[in-house]
């Protein structure tokens, strides 16, 4: 089953533009994860942010954590082509040692 | 990725025939997992490993097995394939409380 979900499912806009993915989940989790997924190639690990934390910041990218609202969004700021990518968040269901993927967003920056 | 390797990469096999994927890791991580990608479902985790010979299963086991004799290796089996299986198939490696590194995949198709 599907713990979390990502919205949109898809979205495009042109480089320098700001990106933001929203991902809403529904137990209760010790952390949550965000990844990147190039066509055609492994997910790579962008961030995680602890269930006690409200904001984590990596670079472009910022992540925000509602542990109320069982949400979360990464935002990448002045985006670029390179960002093309899928996203994906991924909790660990109700702590376990174990990741639970939401279908992701797929991510187009037009040049 | 840098210290954990699939094979193979790709591979076509027969229906009803027995498969084994192998997923290798140079670093000494005690989880491992299997997952599979498919469109309109992400990842699914087929099965993960806490520590040599300790296996559990993910939400999508049936039809699959694991072996895990050692730390650094993790293999996959197929006991006979069938053309539902046909996927993208992941290997990860975890410490508790870090992210995920992911392997490059294996594309099986089964004709």
């Known amino acids: 089953s599907q713990q979390g979900e990502e919205d949109p499912q898809a979205l495009s806009i042109q480089e320098g533009e700001n990106a933001t993915m929203n991902c809403s989940y529904k137990?209760?989790?010790?952390?949550l994860q965000w990844y990147r997924q190039n066509s055609g190639r492994g997910l790579v690990h962008l961030i995680l942010i602890r269930s006690n934390e409200r904001e984590k910041h990596s670079g472009r990218l910022r992540v925000t954590l509602d542990t109320s609202k069982k949400s979360s969004s990464l935002l990448i700021t002045a985006s670029r082509a390179a960002d093309t990518a899928s996203y994906f968040c991924a909790t660990d269901d109700q702590g376990a040692q174990k990741l639970v993927f939401g279908q992701g967003t797929r991510l187009t920056i037009n040049p | 990725d840098a210290g954990i390797t699939q094979s193979p990469r790709h591979k076509v096999t027969e229906t009803g025939t027995p498969v084994t994927l192998r997923c290798h890791q140079t670093e000494n991580h005690r989880y491992m997992y299997w997952y599979r990608q498919d469109p309109g479902h992400g990842l699914r985790l087929i099965h993960y490993?806490?520590?040599?010979?300790?296996?559990d299963k993910g939400e999508v086991s049936d039809g699959y097995s694991v072996s895990r004799s050692k730390t650094e290796d993790f293999l996959l089996t197929l006991e006979s394939a069938t053309s539902s299986q046909t996927s993208v198939y992941f290997c990860a490696i975890s410490e508790p409380g870090y992210g995920y590194t992911f392997g490059s995949g294996t594309r099986l198709t089964v004709v």
């Open positions: 490993s806490y520590g040599v010979k300790d296996t």
């Open positions: 137990t209760s989790i010790n952390n």
